[in-house]
């Protein structure tokens, strides 16, 4: 009996610890809840099939950058390069796929070769921001902060500040096609959502991610190669913001020269509201995936009741300040 009911103390001390570890997570939900009852009372047209939809095609873009820099948050650095990556790599492939007589170079590549030369971008750029990082031991925000600039200069001098169209359906497809009525971007965006939730938690890798966000040192004294493993983040968080880039240019019918542009800040401020910490170490994909819901449908409401777009920018700071006090009495409860 009395075993018992030690078991039975514990497992309620470890349900409730759950519980309070997650508060930042959970105090997502609530606030998901009020919006859409606030969009519901601001606009009949909220709750229809086709507003909702659009609200998680439109979030599907941001939702895979913010599954890239989680990975990245997780072991306790940044990337904002991130939004740089999802105009330049697009615009590489679409400046080398369409004419000259329309703004590209002419060599008329084979539309899946447009795709791996995308993604392959993207590799490129997260391998070069990891090992500045890592290697070289320079400060992420700044590396990173130097790659935007540069990454954004260099897709304006390509495309001289125009709009590159014409770009094949191939090219398109996953940016444009609907999957049983449903936009494909969305349940890409869904599969890839799940896919990262089950890594970090069943993979050596997902729980290095955690171990070394949490203490860097004990990690590589207990055998885990931090240094491969910061990188691979980086290259991952890279590939799925070029990733991100394709579906964008889609959706878009089109690549601009400030594509992505600002869509970091958005992409911190979901995973901040989900719960993921900037010093790294704590956080999980359930948690952006609400920051991420949260944002979308806040953004549509404010919309719809017609509020400026500058103003929307405010409400994201204010979302935000309000994520890191409750992450704040989270902590405190735990102390």
């Keep these: 009996m009395r075993t018992t009911a030690i078991r039975t103390t514990a497992s309620k001390s470890n349900f409730a610890q759950g519980l309070v570890q997650n508060v930042r997570e959970l105090s997502v939900l609530p606030g998901l809840i009020i919006v859409v009852i606030i969009g519901a009372i601001v606009s009949p047209a909220f709750l229809t099939a086709a507003n909702l939809t659009l609200i998680l095609r439109q979030s599907a873009e941001l939702g895979i950058v913010v599954i890239g820099l989680t990975f990245i948050l997780l072991t306790g650095k940044l990337d904002i390069s991130l939004e740089s990556t999802v105009g330049l790599a697009p615009m590489v492939a679409a400046w080398l796929m369409i004419p000259a007589a329309v703004g590209g170079l002419g060599t008329d590549i084979n539309p899946f070769l447009a795709i791996f030369i995308t993604l392959s971008i993207g590799v490129g750029i997260g391998l070069f921001n990891g090992f500045l990082v890592v290697k070289l031991g320079l400060d ?3 590396v990173t902060l130097a790659m935007l600039i540069l990454l954004r200069g260099i897709t304006l001098g390509i495309s001289e500040g125009k709009t590159l169209a014409g770009l094949p359906d191939a090219f398109r497809y996953i940016g444009s096609a609907r999957w ?17 939730g089950l890594a970090l938690r069943y993979t050596s890798w997902g729980r290095a991610l955690y171990a070394i966000g949490g203490n860097a040192e004990a990690a590589r ?28 240019a889609g959706r878009l019918a089109s690549v601009t020269s400030g594509m992505g542009e600002n869509l970091i800040f958005s992409a911190l401020a979901a ?31 404010l919309t719809l009741a017609g509020v400026p777009t500058f103003w929307i920018n405010a409400v994201y700071g204010a979302v935000i300040l309000l994520a890191l006090l409750v992450g704040r009495w989270g902590a405190r409860t735990r102390r």
């Design 140 to 142: 992420p925000f700044i």
């Design 180 to 196: 049983l009525g449903v936009p494909a971007a969305i349940w890409v965006t869904g599969i890839l959502f799940l896919i990262a």
């Design 221 to 248: 004294a207990a055998g885990i190669r931090v240094d491969f493993i910061v990188i691979s983040a980086f290259v991952v968080a890279s590939a799925l913001a070029a990733f991100a880039g394709l579906m964008l």
């Design 271 to 301: 995973a901040v509201i989900g719960g993921v910490q900037l010093t790294g170490g704590q956080g999980r994909m359930v948690g952006a995936l609400l920051g991420v819901l949260l944002l979308g449908t806040l953004t549509n409401v």
